[in-house]
């Protein structure tokens, strides 16, 4: 018996969540919504900037970035996802100085 994996990649969204939401709807025309194993996502979920932020910037895109997450979250049961340049710092911490992965459900 043989089993296909359907795989969603999403990459370089920006704080986009209209394009996630775009994404559903074509999807959901394309049957497709529900039926996906998992998505992935190589990072850029928001625009922060290389350089430093003070906390309340950094709290800002942290808050972009997790409405993000869940916006791709809600499309399969399991999200995969590593930082990109554009994401904030603390999504890069505790997976090994930037060689970063993490996975939610």
Same mark, same amino acid.
């Given at each position: 018996?043989?089993?296909? %994996?359907?795989? !969603? %990649?999403?990459?370089?969204? *920006?704080?986009?969540?209209?394009?996630?939401?775009? !994404?559903?709807?074509?999807? #959901?025309? *394309?049957?497709? %919504?529900?039926?996906?194993?998992?998505?992935?996502?190589?990072? =850029? %979920?928001?625009?922060?900037?290389?350089? /430093?932020?003070?906390?309340?910037?950094?709290?800002?895109?942290?808050?972009?970035?997790?409405?993000?997450? =869940?916006?791709?979250?809600? !499309?399969?049961?399991?999200?995969?996802? /590593?930082?990109?340049?554009? =994401?904030?710092?603390r999504f890069f911490s505790g997976f090994g100085g930037g060689n970063s #992965?993490?996975?939610?459900?």
């Amino acid at each position: 018996h043989t089993y296909m %994996l359907r795989l !969603l %990649l999403a990459s370089d969204v *920006h704080d986009d969540t209209s394009a996630i939401e775009a !994404l559903r709807a074509w999807l #959901s025309s *394309h049957d497709l %919504l529900g039926k996906l194993d998992a998505v992935l996502c190589p990072g =850029d %979920l928001t625009t922060a900037p290389a350089a /430093s932020l003070d906390a309340e910037e950094e709290a800002r895109y942290e808050a972009a970035a997790q409405r993000v997450l =869940d916006g791709l979250g809600s !499309l399969a049961p399991r999200l995969v996802f /590593s930082p990109g340049n554009h =994401d904030p710092p603390r999504f890069f911490s505790g997976f090994g100085g930037g060689n970063s #992965s993490a996975s939610t459900s």
